[in-house]
């Protein structure tokens, strides 16, 4: 490997942007290079792993020839069709048009780029480095009359284009020229390699298609007032990070992309997590987006069947349940952030939280017409009396700690909202349940998290029973209705926590330093969904200035199209994690609402 060819990727993580089709995703960079692509799903091996590695781990490159002035680049509209202009320092402009056309099945997955002169005559470049399963298959390319194709194993590409392309080092390039007023068509297309290859389709076409698409799908967004840009981009954000076939919804489309650069912290997050269903019902639901929730739900009620003690805090996006953890040796990691992992051991965890995510789902879903069937309920006994049995145990809590079990306090308030939801489903709705026996265990485990969860001396719910330590998961107890925001209890916890976790405006999950709670080694970022659950508090207080106030810092914080990472490094100025992060823009559309709305996703789940 050359030294030119053995550079890693330079890209700043906020200096990618997201292309999508509800099957799969793409990041490409400011540069013009897609350094991140999945086929033909979300969690499929990547083609283009440059991301994680360097240059000959795959990437796509189309970019001008010589001094670059500026980039700019946005979404077309309210859409997922990705513009990047590149201005050169003679004054010549090019643009280069980035999307993936909405997917009716899945033994196609097209990206097409679209090379636009603007002004001037631009000399372009190509590279195209294909590799499967992470960056470790070189495949077979052949020549064709409409460019090439790739295979190796069950994998096969196809690039369309006009331009005359060459291979050279292991890579395909080509050297071209765009015109003002010209447009010159890519097509990439992923197909089984056992099928015959698929035919052409009309670039120019599919890119109408996929505007329309977008652009009626953002028009269903209900009003944002004042910040409708962010809240619509966040729901687009969101819709992409749905496979569309099951409903499900990924955390992230990328893995291994880390919560501190050079750390060990380096998660797999193309998986779908149960403690993200309610607040994700809320944020499409107060959205506007009835049928994507429905869909959502039903991923849900699909990959928990079976035995209460098999639930899992994750699964895969058809509802999988074996996500097993192995580290991809051969890629160095983002910035030398190594291990690069695939799949995700957490799998296995026991954690209370879930149960009152799955009882809350339905709650909610019921409070908006969603009315559950007989099997949901049949579920629901069989879940009350799996918490009723096992609410007393340790578990590895929100954060997934990978250090010993312990008596989380925000572990043991999800399991008082499974009781309590239960019970206002027989109070409220009318369903068939033990009402007397749920009442006074819902009362048991509310007397005991006050009774070991709160400090008098920090005058704070703490992290675990018997810590001294903050932990921001606690932020969670106003929200979902445990204690009232105005409970001098839960003052005094936000105050705590804004004193020892709080950089720069910024929520920290926990310390992680000194006491080595989660068994890795110290450092991260801010955690930004905490920051979102500081604001909501704040406003459920009434203190409307300081709730502004972080929410316009969160706001900076997005990149120049509007999206967000999981974890931000006040002191390096950058986005940490995978990237985009779902949780974080379910947070960021549920605060627009609680901000802008009498009465938004957080009073509602407070008062359920």
């Known amino acids: 490997m050359?030294?030119?060819n053995s550079v890693g990727t330079s890209v700043a993580i906020e200096d990618y942007a997201l292309i999508g089709n509800t099957h799969t995703a793409a990041l490409v960079g400011r540069d013009g290079s897609i350094d991140w692509l999945c086929m033909p799903r979300f969690d499929s091996g990547a083609c283009f792993a440059a991301l994680l590695g360097t240059?000959?781990?795959?990437?796509?490159?189309?970019?001008p020839v010589g001094e670059i002035k500026a980039v700019r680049r946005k979404y077309r509209g309210d859409t997922l069709v990705l513009e990047t202009e590149f201005e050169l320092a003679g004054g010549e402009r090019v643009a280069v048009i980035d999307f993936m056309p909405i997917c009716e099945h899945g033994d196609r997955i097209d990206l097409i780029r679209v090379v636009e002169g603007r002004g001037g005559t631009v000399s372009m470049q190509m590279e195209a480095a294909f590799r499967f399963d992470y960056g470790r298959v070189v495949p077979w390319v052949r020549s064709r009359d409409y460019g090439l194709s790739a295979v190796a194993g069950p994998d096969a590409l196809q690039l369309r284009t006009p331009i005359k392309m060459h291979g050279e080092n292991l890579k395909t390039v080509a050297a071209f020229e765009v015109a003002e007023g010209e447009r010159i068509p890519f097509t990439l297309t992923w197909y089984p390699s056992h099928l015959d290859e698929p035919g052409s389709r009309h670039p120019l076409k599919l890119l109408s298609d996929t505007e329309k698409y977008w652009s009626e799908w953002s028009a269903r967004c209900k009003d944002g007032g004042p910040w409708r840009p962010q809240l619509i981009r966040s729901l687009i954000t969101l819709k992409a990070l749905t496979?569309?076939?099951t409903g499900g919804i990924v955390a992230a489309p990328t893995t291994s992309l880390p919560e501190w650069i050079g750390s060990v912290r380096n998660w797999d997050y193309r998986y779908c997590w149960l403690r993200d269903a309610t607040f994700t019902l809320y944020a499409l639901l107060s959205s506007g987006y009835s049928e994507e929730a429905l869909a959502w739900g039903g991923w849900l009620l699909r990959a928990i069947a079976g035995e209460p003690g098999q639930i899992q805090i994750m699964y895969g996006i058809a509802g999988e349940r074996r996500l097993t953890e192995f580290e991809a040796r051969w890629l160095p990691g983002y910035e030398n952030?190594?291990?690069?992992?695939?799949?995700?051991?957490?799998?296995?965890?026991?954690?209370?939280d879930v149960y009152g995510e799955v009882m809350d789902a339905f709650h909610v879903a019921r409070r908006y017409g969603v009315e559950p069937s007989e099997d949901v309920w049949n579920v629901v006994l069989v879940l009350m009396d799996f918490v009723e049995q096992h609410w007393r145990e340790p578990d590895e809590g929100i954060w997934e700690v990978r250090g010993p079990r312990r008596h989380f306090t925000h572990s043991k308030v999800m399991a008082w909202v499974a009781v309590d939801r239960a019970v206002k489903a027989v109070e409220q709705h009318g369903m068939k349940g033990p009402l007397d026996k749920w009442r006074a265990l819902r009362d048991t485990i509310h007397a005991d998290v006050c009774r070991y969860g709160f400090r008098p001396d920090r005058n704070a719910f703490v992290q675990y029973y018997g810590a001294d330590t903050l932990d921001a998961s606690v932020l969670m107890m106003s929200l979902v209705g445990f204690l009232p925001a105005q409970d001098p209890r839960i003052v005094g916890t936000i105050e705590a926590i804004q004193r020892d976790l709080v950089d720069e405006g910024l929520?920290?999950?926990y310390n992680t330093i000194g006491a080595n709670v989660d068994g890795l080694p110290p450092g991260e970022g801010a955690f930004l969904p905490c920051t979102f659950w500081l604001v909501d508090?704040?406003?459920?207080?009434?203190?409307?200035h300081e709730a502004h106030e972080i929410f316009d810092r969160l706001l900076t914080l997005c990149n120049d199209v509007g999206l967000l990472s999981e974890?931000?490094?006040?002191?390096?100025?950058?986005?940490?994690g995978n990237f985009p992060q779902a949780f974080t823009h379910v947070f960021l559309i549920n605060t627009i609402h609680n901000l802008s709305r009498t009465e938004g996703p957080a009073e509602e789940r407070a008062k359920a």
Not at 567 to 576: A, I, N, T, V
């Open 567 to 576: 974890e931000y490094d006040p002191r390096g100025k950058r986005q940490l």
């Open 537 to 544: 508090n704040l406003a459920m207080l009434g203190r409307y």
């Open 337 to 352: 952030s190594s291990p690069v992992r695939i799949g995700n051991a957490a799998h296995d965890q026991f954690q209370l």
């Open 55 to 63: 240059r000959d781990h795959g990437r796509w490159l189309i970019a």
């Open 243 to 245: 496979f569309s076939p």
């Open 2 to 4: 050359s030294e030119a």
């Open 507 to 509: 929520v920290r999950r």
